[in-house]
Nanobody, 125 residues
Framework: VQLQASGGGLVQTGGSLRLSCAAS????????MGWFRQAPGKEREFVAA?????????YTDSVKGRFTISRDNAKNTTVYLQMNSLKPQDTAVYYC??????????????????WGTGTQVTVSS
């Protein structure tokens, strides 16, 4: 399974971006998925996660009410992260991740088996 993230860019404070993460390969083995981010000089941190069915979501406190995670399993599994009201502290490389067994949408990175390429999000003040 390969995960390819896209949609990052440069945006002003208060702006919006929509990240996408497309799975390829054996997508039937990708279950719950999540987004993580890593800012320069900082550890990777959890952002949001979603169950395989899309009915359960989980967010870190700092993005609640601003970010929305969703997914489309119709063709190839694709997970999205709609980011609104962006702040400079949201600047980071964003990574998507997937589980090969159902463990529930979790913020623990060790629960994820597949990791995608990162996409840079830069929010200017």
């Amino acid at each position: 399974v390969q995960l390819q993230a896209s949609g990052g860019g440069l945006v002003q404070t208060g702006g919006s971006l929509r990240l996408s993460c497309a799975a390829s390969g054996r997508t039937s083995s990708v279950y719950d998925m999540g987004w993580f981010r890593q800012a320069p000089g900082k550890e990777r941190e959890f952002v949001a996660a979603i169950s395989w069915s899309g009915t359960s979501t989980y967010y870190t406190d700092s993005v609640k009410g601003r970010f929305t995670i969703s997914r489309d399993n119709a063709k190839n599994t694709t997970v999205y992260l709609q980011m609104n009201s962006l702040k400079p502290q949201d600047t980071a490389v964003y990574y998507c991740a997937g589980q090969r067994r159902v463990r529930g949408p979790t913020g623990e990175s060790y629960e994820y088996d597949y990791w995608g390429t990162g996409t840079q999000v830069t929010v200017s003040s």
